[in-house]
Structure formats: C-alpha cells, structure tokens
C-alpha cells in the first residue's frame, strides 16, 4: 500500500530551492551555525551483510547492529523533508532490512533512493516494490566468471545473481533508471576488466564502476591488483576496457587509474525531477560536510562516508538532528572547512588520491574565498 506523501511535489520543490539558497548563505557568512540541511543521506539501517567477501574487513561486523522500524521512521521524519537522495546502506546489506518501510519513507517525502547491494537477495519482485523511488540500482559484482566471482564474494551464488541482473536491467530499461555494476580490481580479475564490460552491455548494464581494493584485511598486498601486476599492464588493460565501454555505450565511474568518469549512456531516470544540487557540490571534496550526513545503525552521525572516520558528531536517537547538526563538533569541523586546518582524516582522505592535489587545493581556497560561493548554480527544474 503506497500512502499519501507528507507535502506536495510543489512544495518539495520549494523547500529544497529554499533549503539551496540558505545553503549558498551559510557559505558566503562563513556561518558555524547553519541554516540549510544536508541533500543527501546515508542511512545505515543494519551493519549486516550474508557474504564473506575476501576484500572486506570482518572488524565492520563484529558487534551486529540493526535499526528499528522505531528508530528508522524517527529519523526520516528529520532529515528526510530537505533531502533529495536516500542511500539505505553503509557497507551493510540494505535488502537484510525491511526495505518496503524505507522506500514507504522516501515516498512519503519524495526523495529518491541509490541502493547499493551485493544483489545475492534481490529479484524481480523486490525491484519492482522500489522502481517508483529507486534512482540508482548499485550492485557489487566482481567478475563474469563463475569461478572468480564465487572465491572474490564468498556465499554468493553465480547464476543467481546473474539471473536477477538479467530480470532487473529488463524492468528498469523501461523508466530508465541506472543499473550500475561495480567491481573492486583485484589480481584475479583485472585482467578479465574488458570482457567484463562486455558481459555487463550483453545483459542490460547501463554503467560500471571500476574500484581500487582498500587495504583493510590482512592479506590485502597479496591479492591487490596493484603490487602484483605491473602498472603499465594495468594502464593498457583499463585503456582497453574503456574502448570496449565506448563501443558498447557504457557509462565508467573509475578510481583505477586517478578519478574517472566517462559518459556514454547519461542516466535519464531522475523520479522526481528535483535540481542537481548535490551533483554540483559532490566533486568539491571539501563541500561534502556541507550536503551530506552519514547516519549509523547505532545513531552516530558522521560527515563523510569514510567508514573509518573519527569525527562523529552527535548521535541522533540521543537528540534530535539540529542539536546535532549544529552541535559543538559540527561546528568546529566548519571552522576547520573555511580556515583550511583541516582534521588529519580529512587531511589525508582517500580523495587526495582520486583527484590531483592542486585540484584539491583549489577547490578548499574557493571554499574559503566567499566570492566564489556565486559559483555554485541552481539547477532549474526540467519538465
């Protein structure tokens, strides 16, 4: 049963205009206590997940932790009116939690949903359940062979996933929505990178996402891409993989070789037609505090999406989101955001490795230079 959304598409459209004008304010005031909210959230609901993938760290899992209906609505109800994006998972499985309460949330405030799931539980009738909301379908895959995808995400069944990958790129071809593939590059499989894409346009794909392994398990340096084939093979590999997406039409979201992304098949599906603005804040690494909120299952808010940042800033089933939000800790990392000393995680985030220093730098010297605040546009709403 789908139920009535709190507030017109009308009024939404008002409210995040608005929400993006005080936005633009805050940043010009150098303000420590803010007025605008942040567009996009990730919501951890479980820290669950039914695999053992060889690459991910167990340390994430050692205490389970899921989200209450209870908690979960509580929690929409204050962030969810100025979003315009919901992420229903941080590393953990979303489809282990009660995902028709999650997307009854996002319908309810008309905010749109990127799932991230390693796809070993979905099927045809889930997706469907969700299509309305769902703006980008993310699904972790590995490898198109059987053999290495089973070792890399251990627990997964091969011809399963695959199975509902077919069924769902069917569906989702209808509306348009993106069905995105991502792969981390290991050793055993970055030499398979351009058949991949191929396998990827042959049942539906419409982008993939090509990752760096992060070192976060003991034997990372043995089965990483990187220290165990040459970079040079590496480069020709992923020049070759691009040439294979090019013919094929494929969208590439790539931190292999530096950040990357390559265009072919633009995503049309866009639910409710709001204005791109976290699109054009998300590539000013140091604008993410300014748009974003990371929500644990336990409640604990962080500013990035760095699993292993130190900087919680409040805990959300304690007190409600504005005691958060414009808490001690918030605003001492805003002073931090315009006097450029920044905290060592941020000084040191895996950013500075997607993209180039002096592009980093630039964009931290805009930030801090309100005058360039005038830069950052509001995209009108397309019919």
Request: with cysteine; glycine share 4%.
């Amino acid at each position: 049963m789908k139920h009535k959304p709190a507030m017109s598409r009308e009024e939404k459209d008002a409210v995040i205009r608005d929400n993006f004008i005080k936005l633009r304010r805050d940043l010009q005031r150098q303000a420590l206590k803010w007025e605008s909210r942040p567009f996009a959230i990730d919501l951890a609901t479980n820290n669950l997940c039914n695999l053992r993938c060889i690459m991910c760290s167990p340390n994430e899992r050692q205490m389970p932790q899921s989200m209450s209906g209870e908690d979960l609505k509580r929690i929409c109800e204050q962030v969810l009116p100025t979003a315009t994006v919901l992420a229903p998972s941080v590393g953990g499985e979303p489809f282990l939690s009660d995902m028709d309460m999650i997307v009854e949330q996002c319908r309810k405030y008309l905010v749109e949903m990127n799932v991230i799931t390693n796809g070993t539980l979905l099927n045809l009738e889930k997706y469907k359940r969700m299509q309305d909301v769902v703006r980008v379908l993310h699904i972790s895959f590995d490898s198109h062979i059987k053999e290495i995808y089973e070792r890399i995400r251990v627990g997964a069944n091969y011809e399963q996933v695959v199975g509902a990958i077919r069924d769902v790129c069917g569906e989702a071809a209808k509306d348009g929505t993106e069905i995105l593939l991502s792969a981390v590059m290991l050793k055993d499989n970055v030499r398979h990178l351009p058949e991949y894409v191929n396998f990827a346009a042959d049942i539906g794909v419409h982008s993939i996402e090509i990752q760096k392994m992060l070192h976060t398990v003991p034997d990372a340096e043995q089965m990483d891409a990187f220290g165990n084939i040459p970079e040079d093979e590496i480069r020709d590999i992923y020049a070759k993989a691009l040439d294979v997406a090019a013919r094929r039409g494929l969208n590439i979201y790539s931190y292999l070789c530096g950040f990357e992304i390559v265009l072919h098949n633009p995503p049309r599906a866009q639910k409710y037609r709001y204005p791109e603005v976290y699109e054009a804040l998300k590539d000013r690494p140091p604008m993410m505090p300014a748009y974003y909120v990371r929500i644990n299952p336990d409640g604990q808010v962080l500013p990035c999406c760095m699993s292993d940042h130190p900087g919680v800033m409040g805990n959300i089933l304690e007190q409600p989101f504005e005691k958060v939000w414009n808490g001690k800790a918030y605003r001492r990392l805003r002073k931090q955001l315009f006097t450029g000393k920044f905290h060592r995680a941020c000084r040191d985030c895996e950013w500075r490795i997607h993209f180039k220093a002096a592009k980093i730098e630039k964009a931290y010297a805009e930030v801090r230079n309100p005058k360039h605040i005038d830069r950052l546009e509001f995209y009108e709403i397309s019919e």
